[in-house]
């Protein structure tokens, strides 16, 4: 995950026009100050002349940042004198300002990443006018030139002006006149005569902060505010950017344009139109690695892993040092079942970014499938400590738990991340899981019922549901859960043979009989599935064809209770007692 740019302000002196460090410097020369207790005087006077270089070389460094770094400037904004009396000069209104343009940029970070072998890079810089406060302070010798105008008229001859926000705050007040009832902020870019924002108010002066700080986003990094809107929902906002983006006569623009539309698609689930995104992006500009890792993603969503994988290695080979590539990358091979070629592009992920939490919660899920819990929990632990608030980080945790037979502290995890992430349907199922081994049916099916409120597309929460009604004896409720199901993955073998067998419970045997034909025909060598099409079979008092298939299912399974069972009784229907009473007792 990014971190948008800290401004390092440099401490202005207090009275004086040179910084404390020069000052002291000055008055000690010659022998005019007096050396430290313990100090000799000619180890002091080294000690000074370093001190004189490091200052100027400090000095020198920020001219030069002030002359030619790529930043934009947030002056402080003209605020009446009640806000300033309040704690909010001009200056604490441009830092925050700053502070919420950074918090957006750094989405666009995250979505557009600029890497390099030394690390993320940033994209925009804004910096506000305090930060140059000690240049303004610091004068050339002999003139009224001061190191700040020096640097602005560096930048002037060179043909590269400043880039600079300003603006003024107005106060809106009661019909009286004496008590403030909102806050005004309209905000300029260039010059203080240039063209003005729209204007923007609030009841609070912070929230019309917050409410300003787009603006200067939409003109200085209209993509980090795109994917600020993406992360937050903000559809109405995020196509406007989008077309503004892809109309754009700059290339660069235009290319960031479709990767955001991209991602737009992937989020809402639409992956074709999200790939024809991306493809429009690399026509752009064919060198794009992100777009090839975002073609990987939504190639991966279709549960192409092939064509993933494919793009993912372009995606690395064009930009070897994006580690979203290689955690992309893995978690496809944890799709195709290559555990060990997941964990390693995860480990390589995490060498070039160790700070991001959604690399270890992807290698601890892999843990998890290897039955690793120990392992995965230190992982999922990792995540927490990186993102206190990742819900699923939690949840996860708690599936670790329940592999490791904990289920009291599984169960407060689930509990602690439905709260976290009141709005994901896994902690809810997971728990009705726990619920459901305790024998507690009703409120097993009350966390499913609330899974199902929150994301209606899970099959497995329907077939979960549809098991615990068949335990209860309502099978006409589960099968109307199977059918559900079903109707979300259609070829789900499992799911099918949960409808065969409540369907031959209630006498619908014919379609009893094919679906548990369809499910052999999409997985052949499955017990349970033999066993119920075995009772079918049986019901139908097609005795041979039953035992054949109780047969094969305790070929699979020798301890399987149902198929001896059941094949005791078609043995003694057959007139075979002794072999039937066999195998009932041995169930």
Same mark, same amino acid.
């Given at each position: 995950?990014?971190?948008?740019?800290?401004?390092?302000?440099?401490?202005?002196p207090?009275?004086?026009?040179?910084?404390?460090?020069?000052?002291?410097?000055?008055?000690?020369?010659?022998?005019?100050?007096?050396?430290?207790?313990?100090?000799?005087?000619?180890?002091?006077?080294?000690?000074?002349?370093?001190?004189?270089i490091?200052a100027?070389?400090?000095?020198?460094?920020?001219?030069?940042?002030?002359a030619?770094g790529?930043?934009?400037?947030?002056e #402080?904004?003209?605020?009446?004198?009640?806000?300033?009396?309040?704690?909010?000069?001009?200056?604490?209104?441009?830092?925050?300002?700053?502070?919420?343009?950074?918090?957006?940029?750094?989405?666009?970070?995250?979505?557009?990443?600029?890497?390099s072998?030394?690390?993320?890079?940033? !994209?925009?810089?804004?910096?506000s006018?305090d930060?140059?406060?000690?240049?303004?302070?610091?004068?050339?010798?002999?003139?009224?030139?001061?190191?700040?105008?020096? &640097?602005?008229?560096?930048?002037?001859?060179?043909?590269?002006?400043?880039?600079?926000?300003?603006?003024?705050?107005?106060?809106r007040?009661?019909?009286?006149?004496?008590?403030?009832?909102?806050?005004?902020?309209?905000?300029?870019?260039?010059?203080?005569?240039?063209?003005?924002?729209?204007?923007?108010?609030?009841?609070?002066?912070?929230?019309?902060?917050?409410?300003?700080?787009?603006?200067?986003?939409?003109?200085? @990094?209209?993509?980090g505010?795109?994917?600020?809107?993406?992360?937050t929902n903000k559809?109405?906002?995020?196509?406007?950017?989008?077309?503004?983006?892809?109309?754009?006569?700059?290339?660069?623009?235009?290319?960031?344009?479709?990767?955001?539309?991209?991602?737009? /698609?992937?989020?809402?689930?639409?992956?074709?139109? &999200?790939?024809?995104?991306?493809?429009?992006?690399?026509?752009?500009?064919p060198?794009?690695?992100?777009?090839?890792?975002?073609?990987?993603?939504?190639?991966?969503?279709?549960?192409?892993?092939?064509?993933?994988?494919? $793009?993912?290695?372009?995606?690395?080979?064009?930009?070897?040092f994006?580690?979203?590539?290689?955690?992309?990358?893995?978690?496809?091979?944890?799709?195709?079942?290559?555990?060990? !070629?997941?964990?390693?592009?995860?480990?390589?992920?995490?060498k070039?970014?160790?700070?991001?939490a959604?690399?270890?919660?992807n290698?601890?899920?892999?843990?998890?499938d290897?039955?690793? #819990?120990d392992?995965?929990?230190?992982?999922?632990?990792?995540?927490?400590?990186?993102?206190?608030?990742?819900?699923?980080?939690?949840n996860?945790?708690?599936?670790?738990?329940?592999?490791?037979?904990e289920?009291?502290?599984?169960?407060?995890?689930?509990?602690?991340?439905?709260?976290l992430?009141?709005?994901?349907?896994?902690?809810?199922?997971?728990?009705?899981?726990?619920?459901?081994?305790?024998?507690?049916?009703?409120?097993?099916?009350?966390?499913?019922?609330?899974?199902?409120?929150?994301?209606?597309?899970?099959?497995?929460?329907?077939?979960?549901?549809?098991?615990?009604? /068949?335990? $209860?004896g309502?099978?006409?409720?589960?099968?109307q859960?199977? @059918? $559900?199901?079903?109707?979300?993955?259609?070829?789900?073998?499992?799911?099918?043979?949960?409808?065969?067998?409540s369907?031959?419970?209630?006498?619908?045997?014919?379609?009893?009989?094919?679906?548990?034909n369809?499910?052999?025909g999409?997985?052949?060598?499955?017990?349970n599935?033999?066993?119920?099409r075995?009772?079918t079979?049986?019901?139908?008092?097609?005795?041979?064809?039953?035992? /054949?298939?109780?047969?094969?299912?305790? $070929?699979?399974d020798?301890?399987?209770?149902?198929?001896?069972?059941?094949?005791g009784?078609?043995?003694r !229907?057959?007139?075979d007692?002794?072999?039937?009473?066999?195998?009932?007792? /041995?169930?």
């Amino acid at each position: 995950m990014r971190i948008g740019p800290v401004a390092h302000a440099i401490k202005p002196p207090t009275s004086h026009s040179f910084p404390a460090a020069l000052e002291r410097v000055l008055r000690t020369r010659d022998g005019q100050g007096e050396a430290p207790a313990g100090l000799p005087g000619h180890r002091y006077r080294v000690t000074l002349k370093i001190v004189v270089i490091l200052a100027g070389l400090i000095l020198v460094i920020a001219t030069l940042k002030a002359a030619f770094g790529s930043h934009i400037v947030i002056e #402080p904004l003209s605020v009446p004198r009640q806000l300033e009396e309040d704690g909010y000069s001009g200056a604490v209104v441009a830092r925050r300002l700053m502070s919420e343009v950074q918090i957006i940029g750094k989405f666009g970070d995250d979505l557009y990443l600029t890497q390099s072998q030394d690390g993320l890079k940033e !994209r925009i810089r804004f910096r506000s006018e305090d930060d140059f406060s000690a240049l303004a302070t610091v004068h050339v010798p002999s003139s009224n030139l001061s190191l700040r105008s020096m &640097a602005q008229a560096l930048r002037d001859f060179l043909g590269f002006p400043e880039r600079k926000i300003s603006g003024e705050v107005t106060i809106r007040r009661s019909a009286d006149g004496k008590t403030p009832t909102g806050y005004r902020i309209l905000l300029r870019f260039g010059s203080p005569l240039s063209e003005s924002t729209k204007p923007v108010e609030a009841d609070t002066i912070d929230e019309a902060v917050h409410l300003a700080a787009p603006a200067i986003a939409e003109q200085f @990094d209209p993509v980090g505010l795109a994917s600020f809107y993406l992360r937050t929902n903000k559809w109405g906002e995020i196509n406007r950017l989008e077309d503004k983006l892809i109309s754009h006569a700059d290339p660069d623009m235009k290319k960031q344009g479709w990767l955001v539309r991209g991602a737009h /698609a992937f989020v809402q689930d639409r992956s074709d139109e &999200a790939i024809t995104c991306f493809q429009e992006a690399l026509k752009q500009d064919p060198k794009l690695g992100e777009a090839y890792n975002s073609w990987g993603a939504a190639l991966a969503s279709q549960g192409d892993y092939d064509g993933a994988i494919e $793009k993912y290695d372009k995606a690395i080979e064009l930009a070897p040092f994006n580690f979203t590539a290689y955690m992309n990358r893995g978690f496809a091979y944890r799709g195709m079942s290559q555990p060990d !070629r997941a964990i390693k592009d995860f480990e390589k992920s995490i060498k070039l970014n160790p700070n991001f939490a959604l690399t270890y919660l992807n290698r601890g899920v892999v843990y998890l499938d290897i039955k690793q #819990p120990d392992r995965a929990m230190e992982d999922f632990n990792h995540a927490l400590q990186l993102d206190p608030g990742m819900g699923i980080a939690l949840n996860n945790r708690g599936l670790a738990y329940l592999a490791k037979g904990e289920k009291d502290r599984a169960m407060q995890d689930f509990e602690q991340a439905m709260k976290l992430t009141p709005t994901s349907p896994l902690p809810f199922l997971n728990r009705a899981n726990l619920y459901s081994e305790k024998g507690e049916t009703v409120l097993a099916i009350a966390d499913l019922n609330q899974a199902i409120s929150l994301d209606p597309t899970m099959p497995e929460v329907f077939n979960a549901r549809g098991g615990l009604y /068949a335990r $209860k004896g309502e099978r006409e409720r589960a099968i109307q859960d199977y @059918d $559900k199901a079903l109707q979300l993955d259609p070829k789900n073998y499992g799911f099918l043979n949960n409808r065969c067998y409540s369907k031959a419970i209630i006498g619908q045997l014919d379609s009893a009989l094919e679906d548990c034909n369809e499910s052999l025909g999409l997985h052949p060598n499955e017990a349970n599935t033999l066993d119920s099409r075995g009772f079918t079979y049986l019901k139908l008092n097609d005795l041979d064809r039953a035992i /054949a298939d109780y047969d094969a299912a305790l $070929k699979l399974d020798s301890k399987k209770a149902l198929a001896l069972f059941g094949r005791g009784i078609a043995k003694r !229907r057959k007139g075979d007692v002794p072999g039937g009473n066999a195998d009932i007792a /041995a169930a």
